[in-house]
């Protein structure tokens, strides 16, 4: 076959130049190779912000007591965990693997050229990445600590040294999350620059595979609404630095404002990780499904409508913060409204598996759970969109598990099936199917047996960043305490179960079952590719004649018709 | 909802719990209609020997009526939801009904003076009444509370009110708040009510109630997790005692 003529022009290839270790694995510009970069590092810190969780989490169940692997966990300690925790998880783990990672490897194999537009620019992203990773690592190592003034870092705690303590922890802290915008920015413009300039010839607009649009998507709206962000954290950094009084009222400042800025970047930046993990399952879905996608333009203008209503939303985080009253009313609107387009794309997602031919493979559980689960963090969060509500709710444990429920599906379960769906093409092998599922099952159930107590926890009005309720003698009845060691055993059979993970992580990319370019009959071009794909992806550039998502069209003999095949 | 879980003792948590209670209507019919249709359709559409899926491409009308009518009841349930937290905001935020007296709240890092009228009823008076995190008011009279921080942003929250405003540096932040009623729940504690060392010998918290907490709700620094208050609800005979015993210069010394 053409295949196997193909694979051998390749061998051929990718001989021709050889690389050192170090030039081939850390100053590559090859995107695959900066994928893994952003991958690992990704996971490196997941598990550095699981293992924060499990400290703090600890803490929570049995106040005061030492925890096995860390110590007694002092107030500030625990103060910088849950800082650190919220900014590790959302920043650097959610950002580089679910559009870092997954846009450098998906856009150019999916959109069927060789590389990214700008390949050293995409090596200084990373590069500028890393760098902010040791500098946020870093401000736990520095006189005074890391930075324990929560993530949304307002100030005037974050602002000024006497407050909160951490002088040099909370400048670092600051310029680390500056840092990494910009090696975001700069992985924005080769997201988007790639996918408009160098597709393959024949994929037109409406053929370009659903993630890479949502990857496209999440790019600009990550570079509209970053920029007020930037300019607060500079504003910030002069405040603490310089002497300056942004945010100081005292001196004429507003500390609201930092509140608007930050805001204004940080809703969007949930649909900017939400919408890469939501075409990530699309992708899955229809392959294990067998489907095409149902209305594949409703579902693209769906996210567009989701963009750009988040850019009008930002201030329902503020509704009890002192901004005028009146306001909420407005933002009470738009925040609502926008569980008609997030609604409208969970129905597309159900109508797709209308009349489908359904597996449960390891990375179709993990597409599926995240619909499940998706689903209850959307609900939840009309409770806190609407104002009149989220009077009793700002704040409380029920905030933090409706947030959860989102970014943990976007998160771990949206890069868990991205990771097992590619893993083939990644590494040529197959991720081992049956510790693949009990990872799955034992992760998932975890996952709603630590978050549904919190739920309740918040109903009851616990709320947020305190160490030991004790302090509060309506929350420590004994009810609240039961539910809080639940939630923590839970946590701990969670992390401990990701060594499952791992394990077949490591020994499957190198021991797996060989496969070969298309083990599971796709249609998109990355499978066009040999796996792994070699420097250069395709040995021969693909046309392309459809769109993505023809699988099962009527009078053919099999059952996907890949977009590269003329007939 | 709410309410099952705490005490809904101002005269507008009823109102908050409502909004709650529909929302929670509202929106857990959706979630549990889109599992149900969800996890039926991963059984009914299961992988089978021989079975090909169907294409459906979603764009025809009729097949698009699937999504589209179910978006547009999503829409209806919206204005229902926005309709009724605008309302409930309105009358807990955007309205201050007359006051019978005025409380001022200082948040700073990390704890609460509270500062009450004395017996005659006006802040800012010789006879005010000064407490460190606790604060005394009268069940069925219409508070004002003057929300101010000293340092950093606070957060005045008293859960059982279902009352939550962040206190800012440099403003004065007003709101109001009625109790109505001790609520059943709230039995005060000897040691955090009253301060005393030995539960057994403290006459003064025998029997009484209307004890809740109060919580700093916005991150404020090394010491949020330890700010937190209590709220004594008097009836208004406790309350003029209370008056009667704290303030230094009764209305009898003053004339």
């Not at chain 1, 400042?253 to 930046?269: A, K, S």
């Not at chain 1, 370019?517 to 070699?534: D, F, H």
């Amino acid at each position: 076959m053409a295949h196997a003529a193909a694979a051998h022009a390749h061998d051929d290839h990718g001989h021709h130049h050889e690389e050192g270790f170090i030039r081939k694995y850390f100053w590559s510009t090859d995107h695959k190779i900066i994928c893994f970069q952003y991958l690992f590092t990704g996971m490196i810190l997941a598990a550095i912000g699981g293992f924060m969780a499990y400290a703090f989490r600890m803490q929570l169940a049995f106040p005061g007591e030492s925890v096995p692997l860390f110590g007694v966990v002092s107030p500030y300690e625990y103060n910088s965990l849950v800082t650190n925790h919220g900014t590790v998880m959302i920043f650097w783990v959610a950002m580089p693997v679910l559009i870092a990672a997954f846009g450098n490897y998906l856009i150019p194999l999916m959109l069927g050229c060789d590389d990214m537009v700008f390949p050293r620019l995409n090596r200084l992203s990373f590069q500028v990445f890393l760098l902010s990773a040791i500098v946020l690592i870093a401000s736990f190592f520095v006189e005074g600590g890391a930075f324990g003034g929560a993530w949304t870092a307002y100030p005037p705690l974050s602002a000024k040294a006497h407050y909160n303590l951490t002088p040099a922890g909370s400048t670092l802290w600051v310029i680390a999350v500056a840092l990494e915008f910009v090696a975001f920015l700069m992985g924005g413009i080769n997201f988007i620059t790639t996918t408009m300039n160098s597709r393959a010839p024949g994929m037109k607009m409406w053929d370009i595979p659903m993630v890479v649009w949502m990857i496209v998507i999440a790019s600009i709206l990550f570079m509209v609404s970053v920029g007020p962000l930037i300019a607060g954290a500079a504003m910030l950094v002069f405040d603490q630095m310089l002497g300056t009084g942004f945010f100081d009222p005292n001196r004429g400042g507003d500390p609201v404002l930092w509140q608007h800025l930050f805001w204004f970047f940080g809703h969007p930046e949930v649909y900017v990780v939400l919408l890469p993990a939501i075409g990530i399952v699309a992708e899955v879905m229809c392959v294990f499904s067998r489907k095409k996608l149902f209305a594949y333009k409703i579902v693209l203008y769906t996210a567009f409508a989701t963009g750009i209503l988040s850019f009008f939303v930002w201030a329902h985080h503020q509704f009890i913060s002192g901004i005028d009253p009146r306001m909420a009313n407005i933002f009470t609107v738009t925040t609502v409204l926008i569980s008609v387009p997030l609604a409208e794309m969970m129905f597309v997602f159900i109508a797709t598996l209308y009349g489908g031919s359904i597996r449960l493979t390891t990375p179709m559980l993990w597409a599926m759970s995240f619909i499940a689960t998706f689903l209850l963090g959307g609900v939840t969060g009309i409770f806190l969109g609407a104002s009149g509500a989220d009077i009793y709710f700002h704040d409380t444990y029920f905030v933090l598990a409706h947030f959860h429920y989102t970014f943990y599906p976007i998160a771990i379960i949206g890069t868990m099936a991205g990771v097992t769906h590619w893993f083939p093409k990644m590494f040529g092998r197959q991720l081992n199917e049956f510790w693949g599922r009990v990872h799955f099952w034992v992760t998932i159930i975890a996952f709603n047996c630590i978050f549904i107590p919190l739920f309740v926890l918040g109903a009851g009005g616990q709320h947020r960043r305190i160490y030991d309720f004790q302090n509060y003698p309506d929350l420590a009845g004994q009810s609240m305490v039961n539910m809080r060691v639940f939630a923590t055993i839970s946590l701990v059979i969670m992390l401990v179960a990701q060594f499952i993970f791992i394990i077949n992580f490591i020994y499957s990319a190198f021991r797996g079952k060989k496969v070969g370019r298309n083990p599971y009959n796709a249609t998109t071009l990355e499978w066009v590719a040999p796996s792994p794909p070699g420097h250069g992806n395709f040995e021969e550039m693909p046309t392309v004649y459809r769109g993505p998502y023809e699988y099962s069209v009527p009078g053919r003999d099999e059952d996907y018709w890949p977009q590269h095949v003329p007939n | 909802m709410v309410n099952y879980y705490i005490e809904a003792l101002s005269t507008y948590a009823e109102d908050v719990d409502n909004i709650i209670n529909l929302i929670f209507v509202f929106a857990g019919f959706w979630f549990i209609l889109c599992e149900i249709i969800f996890f039926g359709f991963l059984w009914k559409f299961r992988y089978k020997e021989g079975e090909k899926a169907q294409y459906i491409t979603g764009e025809e009308k009729h097949e698009k009526k699937w999504i589209s009518i179910p978006h547009f009841l999503v829409l209806v349930c919206d204005v229902f939801i926005i309709i009724g937290a605008v309302q409930v905001w309105v009358d807990v935020k955007l309205t201050l009904p007359p006051p019978d007296a005025t409380v001022r709240v200082v948040a700073q890092q990390w704890a609460w003076t509270f500062v009450q009228p004395g017996p005659d009823g006006e802040l800012d008076t010789p006879d005010d009444i000064t407490t460190a995190d606790h604060l005394f008011i009268e069940e069925n009279k219409v508070y004002h509370y003057e929300l101010v921080s000293r340092d950093v942003l606070h957060d005045f929250s008293v859960p059982v009110f279902r009352l939550k405003q962040d206190a800012l540096p440099g403003r004065v932040i007003k709101g109001w708040f009625e109790a109505n009623g001790k609520g059943e729940s709230g039995t005060c504690r000897a040691d955090v009510d009253f301060g005393c060392e030995d539960p057994a010998n403290c006459p003064e918290a025998e029997g009484k109630t209307g004890c809740y907490d109060i919580q700093c709700a916005e991150m404020c620094g090394i010491g949020h997790g330890i700010m937190s208050a209590r709220i004594h609800i008097h009836s208004a005979d406790e309350h003029r005692a209370w008056q009667a015993k704290n303030s230094k210069t009764p209305l009898a010394a003053n004339q």
